[in-house]
């Protein structure tokens, strides 16, 4: 039986831009980027799970809003069922806690960062490839 693990990302959008983090050096898939977010706990809904990991990793307080896109990707052990959430900031200055670093790019520069597999097909799926 293979491992299957939930993952909730943020969308945040601003002036057209969207906020993507780098992953740490010593996380899996070091230093790709990524939409911010992390697994969800048990016990825990989506929404709970993506505020926690953003305050956690970018001591940010965010209001999470509609599910925007969902996919499915299977890693060589385990497989991932990601959500992205659409998310609305509403404080903190962003962090570098648990992420290397952050950009807000439009959606032509995102080809311009290296991110993990499934976050490629969330990729694919905001810009309607």
Same mark, same amino acid.
Request: charged share 30%; hydrophobic share 35%.
């Given at each position: 039986m293979r491992r299957k693990i939930r993952v909730v990302g943020a969308m945040r959008e601003k002036d057209g831009r969207y906020l993507i983090t780098q992953r740490s050096p010593r996380a899996t898939l070091p230093l790709l980027w990524e939409f911010p977010g992390g697994r969800v706990e048990p016990g825990e809904t989506d929404e709970e799970a993506l505020a926690r990991e953003l305050q956690e990793e970018m001591g940010i307080e @965010?209001? @999470?809003?509609p &599910? @925007? !896109?969902h996919v499915e990707h299977g890693y060589e052990s385990y497989d991932?069922?990601?959500c992205v959430y659409r998310c609305r900031h509403v404080g903190g200055a !962003?962090? =570098?806690i648990g992420v290397n670093d952050h950009r807000w790019v &439009?959606? =032509?520069e995102l080809?311009?960062?290296e991110f993990p597999a499934a976050d490629e097909k969330t990729i694919a799926k905001l810009l309607g490839l």
């Open positions: @965010v209001d @999470v809003g &599910r @925007v !896109i991932i069922d990601f !962003i962090q =570098h &439009r959606p =032509h080809d311009d960062y």
